[in-house]
């Protein structure tokens, strides 16, 4: 179950819309993210009309249906109603919650009807108060992605979602990032507005060190894109994790929890043996 472990850091697994429009991709990546453990599975839910830029429709895309607008391919790729309910289903039989980031206002009521567990905006749309307002009065707690935001902005939307449980996470909006532009340290900045509930890392990444890292820095959420296979044509492939690093992420995440403890320093159980074969116990007692 997610987050039942005291300080266990929740894992989600972002499909995103690396199925490709594809159900049976859809639902291997769920198979994915459950075979490795993960706590979540999240989608992208978009209206074209609205989420892509008037002066980008016409531009040609190559896509595996040929070179066709680039409204159309945001159209091909996108899941409705029929689709979400597959998922809904599919997700429900397999014992995992599934949520989906909304970039706009009807992607957002589309999305309310599933009573997902978490509205999630995403760094591009942090800039969308009416869309923040939307995502407030849901009363859902809420994932924040703070990709491409500056501080004015992060502060700005805090405000807006006053009242609301917010999880922010730091992220860096390229797909690959470049490991010298992730920042981790500025999650101590988001801690620093002690108005997020939890703060944690959307990565966007190749390899898994960075993740984990962020882990061992205390992050409470962490959520990484997945593929089949890196290689597949689409967006966000080239910057997610395939099936073997999912599942060596996630046990690696637990070793570093485990390894964590308390923060207090004191011996432990382990030390006996060494504490009766290399120190002398009087001298030993009089420092204890």
């Given at each position: 179950m ?11 697994a ?32 978009r209206t ?6 008037k ?7 190559d ?8 409204i ?19 997700c429900?039989k ?10 706009d ?14 509205c ?5 749309k942090?800039?969308?108060d009416?869309l ?10 809420i994932i ?5 935001c ?18 922010l ?26 108005t997020a509930?939890?703060?944690g ?28 296979a ?7 492939h080239?910057?997610?994790v ?19 403890g308390?923060g207090?320093?004191?011996k ?15 001298v030993?007692?009089?420092?204890e």
């Amino acid at each position: 179950m997610p987050g039942t472990s005291v300080g266990s850091c929740i894992v989600i697994a972002e499909i995103g819309q690396n199925h490709n429009g594809d159900l049976s991709i859809a639902k291997k990546l769920i198979d994915v993210a459950i075979d490795a453990d993960c706590d979540y599975v999240k989608f992208a839910k978009r209206t074209p009309e609205l989420s892509v830029p008037k002066h980008m429709w016409d531009t040609p895309r190559d896509t595996p249906w040929g070179t066709i607008p680039y409204i159309d391919y945001r159209k091909r790729i996108e899941f409705g109603r029929e689709e979400y309910g597959e998922i809904e289903a599919y997700c429900k039989k397999a014992g995992i919650a599934w949520f989906a980031s909304s970039s706009d206002i009807p992607s957002l009521e589309f999305l309310e009807k599933y009573d997902p567990p978490f509205c999630k905006i995403p760094s591009a749309k942090m800039n969308d108060d009416l869309l923040l307002i939307a995502a407030r009065n849901t009363g859902r707690p809420i994932i924040a992605s703070t990709g491409i935001c500056s501080i004015q902005r992060i502060l700005h939307a805090m405000d807006i979602l006053a009242g609301a449980e917010v999880w922010l996470a730091q992220c860096t909006s390229a797909y690959p990032a470049p490991n010298d532009e992730i920042n981790l340290l500025a999650m101590n900045e988001l801690r620093a507005f002690g108005t997020a509930a939890k703060v944690g890392y959307s990565g966007h990444e190749i390899g898994l060190q960075i993740t984990l890292a962020a882990v061992a820095m205390g992050a409470e959420f962490v959520e990484r894109h997945i593929t089949l296979a890196r290689s597949m044509w689409g967006t966000d492939h080239a910057a997610s994790v395939e099936p073997d690093g999912l599942r060596r992420l996630v046990k690696d995440i637990r070793v570093i929890e485990a390894a964590m403890g308390d923060g207090e320093k004191k011996k432990m159980p382990c030390e006996e043996a060494a504490l009766r074969s290399l120190r002398v116990e009087i001298v030993d007692s009089l420092l204890e």
